[in-house]
């Protein structure tokens, strides 16, 4: 299996990141996909993706929550990181009209600008989308079909927009979330109507720790070694069996990123 949304990059791992590597090797967790979210943190996570060669790789783009910290729609340091053979996808991007951390309108142009960007380096994108569903679909149209691959990545919407996502050839992340029970209900039920060549799996950890986890972790912190817990309720919702939704979701993943097996 490959978890494809990593932050590592999260100060929660300051203290251990080359013992949560070992764990998610320990854990058959195959390779690890970086998030960059901002410049500065595109710049660590690839950094970390060359500590470990061939095992991790990175992102490199703004998250909505940074878009207020552009200035230069060129994206020239994206641009930069992207040269290197490490970086697998630009992103994370996209828009969160949740939170509203950066103006609504920046999120847009900031999202356009990574889509055009993606498009001129043909790099798949790794995409967040949170209460923006009809504005994300929006700018990402006109996109869509000069882009090689796009994953939105953490996915936690309704059917219809997981269909709306679907019927524009995009990869669906899926986490922990499907593994709360109370929020996770829907996409569980959901879920089985992912094609096993569009279903790709994620801890996106630090964050969402899944909420079954036996015996429960001490610390609430989500990490890659918890990938194959996820995988397990995965398969289990979609009625597959663990070994075959594990040796789907980890062709998927490598066929998306250009992975070769190590």
Request: with cysteine; aromatic share 6%; charged share 25%.
């Amino acid at each position: 299996m490959i978890d494809i949304g990593v932050n590592l990059t999260n100060s929660r791992f300051d203290k251990d990141r080359e013992a949560v590597i070992a764990r998610a090797q320990q854990a058959g967790v195959k390779a690890l996909i970086l998030t960059g979210t901002s410049e500065e943190e595109s710049q660590q996570a690839l950094a970390m993706a060359h500590q470990w060669p061939g095992y991790c790789f990175s992102t490199a783009g703004v998250h909505p929550h940074d878009a207020k910290s552009v200035s230069d729609f060129s994206l020239p340091a994206i641009r930069e990181l992207a040269s290197d053979p490490a970086v697998v996808a630009i992103g994370e991007c996209g828009l969160d009209f949740n939170r509203d951390f950066s103006p609504r309108p920046q999120q847009e142009a900031v999202f356009e600008a990574q889509l055009a960007l993606a498009a001129a380096l043909q790099k798949p994108v790794f995409m967040h989308c949170r209460d923006a569903h009809e504005r994300f679909l929006a700018i990402l149209k006109p996109w869509r079909d000069k882009l090689p691959a796009a994953v939105l990545h953490c996915f936690t919407g309704s059917e219809q927009e997981l269909k709306d996502c679907l019927a524009l050839d995009l990869h669906i992340g899926i986490t922990g979330w499907i593994c709360d029970e109370r929020r996770g209900t829907e996409l569980r039920d959901i879920v089985r109507h992912i094609p096993d060549d569009r279903l790709m799996i994620e801890t996106d950890c630090p964050y969402l720790l899944p909420r079954d986890l036996r015996p429960k972790p001490k610390s609430s912190r989500n990490e890659p070694a918890y990938l194959p817990h996820i995988a397990q309720a995965v398969a289990a919702c979609r009625q597959q069996s663990p070994a075959d939704l594990r040796a789907a979701v980890s062709a998927t993943s490598r066929a998306f990123f250009q992975i070769e097996p190590a």
